[in-house]
């Protein structure tokens, strides 16, 4: 079984930042990427930061040079920090794992259960 918990959401002002933190934990042979996404009221779950095992980076035109990825592999976690808020980031924040449970397994895609970030002052 695999978990995935997500922390470090909260209320902040705009222009203020957060740093969020997701451990993947349970049966883990590999992981191969992790990413973040968000959804907002009303809106489709759209990709925030993607990091790969080598460490590239994708990041959208809306959160490039504000929001940045990283991965401590050794703790299979990781972080998103969150520079310079605004209104249009409130949102649930939901960490994304591609990995492997065994070294006969194939890739598979897990979710966490999501954390709120609100962004209003």
């Known amino acids: 079984q695999v978990q995935l918990v997500e922390s470090g959401g909260g209320l902040v002002q705009p222009g203020g930042s957060l740093r969020l933190s997701c451990v993947a934990s349970g049966n883990i042979f590999s992981i191969n990427a992790m990413g973040w996404y968000r959804q907002a009221p009303g809106k489709q779950r759209e990709l925030v930061a993607h990091i790969t095992s080598g460490g590239s980076t994708v990041y959208p035109d809306s959160v490039k040079g504000r929001f940045t990825i990283s991965r401590d592999v050794a703790k299979n976690t990781a972080y998103l920090q969150m520079n310079s808020l605004k209104p249009e980031d409130t949102a649930v924040y939901y960490c994304?794992?591609?990995?492997?449970?065994?070294?006969?397994?194939?890739?598979?895609?897990?979710w966490g259960q999501g954390t709120q970030v609100t962004v209003s002052s």
């Open positions: 994304n794992a591609d990995l492997r449970r065994s070294f006969f397994d194939t890739n598979n895609n897990y």
